[in-house]
């Protein structure tokens, strides 16, 4: 099983609340915890879930190899980068 890189480094400028990603997606709470459950785009610190801004936009548009790519830990890769930068997420953090 690869490891799931989601919000590792931990930046807080790529991290929203449930609500904020519910309302982004035009979903409610509980689907986006069943995707962060599901589909690792959200990751629980301290007991409170925080999603990815950049692997809920990979999500929703469809881009398996940029989500695949970000739960690998590339986020210096064009593929993640440019959805890392789309919300001044700072990449050059990655290990």
């Not at 709470?29 to 879930?49: D, F, H, K, L, P």
């Amino acid at each position: 099983m690869i490891e799931n890189h989601c919000l590792v480094p931990f930046e807080r400028s790529e991290a929203m609340t449930l609500k904020q990603a519910a309302e982004i997606a035009g979903r409610t709470v509980n689907t986006i915890r069943n995707w962060c459950e599901a589909r690792a785009i959200g990751r629980m610190i301290a007991g409170r879930w925080y999603v990815s801004r950049a692997a809920l936009a990979m999500f929703l548009d469809g881009d398996h190899a940029a989500l695949a790519a970000y739960f690998e830990g590339e986020r210096t890769s064009p593929v993640v980068a440019r959805y890392l930068d789309r919300y001044a997420v700072c990449s050059q953090n990655a290990q």
